[in-house]
């Protein structure tokens, strides 16, 4: 079953373009990720699912539900997270609770919400007095509060220090174990790797890529790179690194080869040739390719086809987690 | 209960609970109790005012001026201010449609006006049976043409919130509208019957004219308020530049006889409209509005 349709999809502001047209089926049950980085039209197409924003043109249907004329339905099945919003200074933790089971005409313990989300200690205090993480704290109870079939997440790391983004990973996961659809929007990779079913890359208002995480790291050579120390870089590198079976491609770095490996055995290869040419490895580091690099791959600035794996690697440290 | 009623009453009473806590709007009815209670503990103090109902026409007065800046000030922030903070995203990802959220802010907000009402002129109430050895029943219809007015201000209000996306503009249509209602008014009026008439207007005027009064809702109020007291209200900003023709009745400054939109019924009909049209115009604009 399908939870959320997204056809034709276009946003035309007066000076600028933030959808171009997207199209996108969302199964139920599953854990989708929209990644990009600001200003791809993340929020924006969050935004048009939820109503916030008119699309100019294209439709989207929630849980059989059309977005434009069928608004209140729609919201009656789904908690919201959205970005760039403020709690009520003058209302406590419990009152924009009540306000949520209040207005979700749902039954239950507002308490019990705090403390799903860690904050019941703060309950009978006013908003005006959260701290950013615990805002964020309260929103995702609030967005909870009625098991939602479908839970829209923009933006959910925003102010969570470590520990938030952990328990938020885990709600997700356990909300997802219960059946119920997540989508969000993050331009923090890692912290969305870990528990996305798919993703989908925004830039620039089009849709580049969408598939599972694994898939998309088989398809851009996604295996990870070996980092070895060795005295001579230039004399390791001449040894035919780049022949070595496995390897995509090698480069000198400082004091360092650094060879590109699309399948995991490739990697202690690397290693055996480097020996085996008589080349001293006094150090050694692998690193897999995360998510951040398939995104630099795709949300950077050069088209998909002409990134090689040297560009990725020399752009992955500009993009911004 | 239909969705849609729940919705706006989720609304409302978010927006009440929320607004009672601005120490804004509490010190605005203290000023505006201290008003009432005063004007009539004086009325009877300093002895020249006999009857009950002539203290209540005084204590209408303060009520002209304390009602529109109560409502404009618990009113203008309403939607726009929700709108530029982003709570309105954390409502609106509610089963809330726009239009719940714009009618529950107009009725959370009116109820935060219609306490101000009783309150100021359950002081002035209290006091007059005290005072004046009676408790006369004109005190129930002059409270209600006064919640009439609260009902009016908090309408343009809200609806001047919801027309617009920046506060500014919210703050410059009240600010607008009050010193329209309080001062320009009659400037106008009168300016425009000099230019159409080559002369300023006098004690006797065209039906067409004292409509136009009418229109002001603040005129609207006094109007309405002289039919339920038989008296017409002490004011200080719905004089009328008409060699005191404030005091006068209707007939009396018509120049023929009283035709039927000039009954008293056409004042409460202006209060009512200037509660719905702006709402109305405002429900039009929000709903198509991005809210990104």
Redesign the interface.
């Known amino acids: 079953m399908v939870a959320l349709t997204i056809s034709g999809l276009r946003k035309e502001?007066s000076d600028v373009t933030a959808l171009r047209g997207l199209d996108l089926d969302i199964e139920a049950g599953e854990v989708f990720g929209f990644l990009g980085p600001n200003g791809a039209g993340k929020?924006?197409a969050i935004?048009c699912v939820?109503?916030?924003?008119?699309p100019t043109a294209g439709s989207v249907e929630v849980l059989g539900f059309d977005s434009r004329r069928e608004?209140?339905?729609l919201?009656?099945r789904?908690?919201?997270?959205?970005?760039?919003?403020?709690?009520?200074d003058?209302?406590t933790g419990r009152?924009h609770v009540e306000?949520?089971l209040?207005?979700?005409?749902a039954a239950g313990d507002p308490m019990a919400v705090l403390k799903r989300v860690g904050i019941a200690d703060a309950a009978d205090r006013p908003a005006a007095e959260y701290s950013k993480g615990m805002s964020q704290r309260l929103?995702l109870g609030?967005?909870l509060v009625g098991d939602p079939e479908l839970l829209i997440l923009d933006e959910p790391t925003t102010g969570l220090d470590p520990t938030g983004v952990r328990d938020l990973r885990e709600l997700v996961r356990s909300e997802a174990e219960s059946g119920t659809t997540v989508v969000f929007s993050s331009h923090q990779l890692p912290q969305v790797e870990a528990v996305c079913d798919r993703v989908g890359i925004l830039r620039d208002g089009e849709l580049v890529a969408v598939d599972t995480v694994d898939a998309l790291r088989a398809a851009n050579g996604g295996g990870a790179t070996v980092a070895c120390t060795v005295p001579n870089p230039e004399a390791a590198m001449a040894s035919g690194l780049k022949e070595v079976p496995g390897v995509e491609s090698a480069r000198i770095g400082e004091g360092q080869v650094v060879a590109s490996c699309t399948e995991p055995a490739a990697k202690a290869r690397v290693v055996g040739h480097l020996l085996d040419a008589g080349v001293a490895v006094t150090d050694l580091t692998v690193e897999e390719a995360t998510l951040e690099d398939l995104f630099a791959q795709y949300a950077g600035d050069g088209e998909k086809s002409e990134v090689t794996e040297g560009d990725r690697a020399a752009a992955a440290p500009e993009v911004k987690a | 209960m239909s969705p849609a009623r729940r919705a706006v009453g989720v609304v409302a009473r978010k927006d009440f609970r929320d607004a009672r806590r601005s120490k804004l709007l509490w010190g605005l009815t203290a000023l505006f109790v201290l008003f009432t209670g005063l004007i009539t503990y004086a009325a009877n103090a300093l002895g020249e005012v006999e009857s009950a109902v002539v203290a209540l026409s005084f204590a209408a007065g303060p009520a002209q001026v304390f009602v529109p800046l109560a409502a404009f000030v618990g009113g203008y922030m309403a939607v726009v201010g929700e709108r530029r903070t982003g709570s309105l995203k954390l409502l609106l990802g509610f089963p809330v449609t726009r239009g719940d959220a714009l009618l529950g802010k107009a009725l959370g907000r009116s109820a935060v006006v219609a306490v101000t009402v009783l309150v100021g002129f359950g002081v002035a109430t209290a006091l007059t049976p005290a005072l004046f050895g009676t408790l006369p029943a004109e005190a129930l219809g002059l409270t209600a043409a006064t919640l009439l007015l609260g009902l009016a201000c908090t309408g343009f209000a809200v609806g001047a919130s919801g027309a617009v996306s920046t506060r500014g503009r919210a703050m410059a249509l009240v600010i607008g509208a009050f010193v329209a209602f309080t001062f320009l008014w009659r400037f106008l009026l009168a300016g425009g019957y000099y230019l159409l008439n080559g002369a300023m207007p006098g004690k006797t005027v065209p039906a067409w004219y004292l409509l136009a009064e009418r229109l002001n809702p603040l005129y609207a109020y006094a109007d309405a308020a002289e039919y339920v007291l038989g008296q017409s209200i002490a004011s200080i900003v719905t004089v009328r530049l008409r060699g005191g023709a404030s005091t006068l009745p209707v007939a009396e400054q018509l120049q023929g006889s009283v035709p039927a939109f000039l009954e008293p019924w056409s004042a409460f009909a202006v209060l009512a409209l200037w509660a719905l049209v702006p709402l109305a115009i405002a429900a039009r604009r929000f709903g198509r509005a991005n809210l990104g």
Do not use: I, N
């Not at chain 1, 789904?78 to 009520?88: A, F, H, M, Q, R």
């Not at chain 1, 209040?102 to 005409?105: E, G």
């Open positions: 502001y929020s924006t935004d939820l109503d916030y924003v008119h608004t209140r339905a919201h009656e789904v908690g919201v997270l959205p970005d760039g919003y403020e709690l009520y003058r209302l009152e306000l949520a209040d207005a979700k005409d929103a609030m967005a």
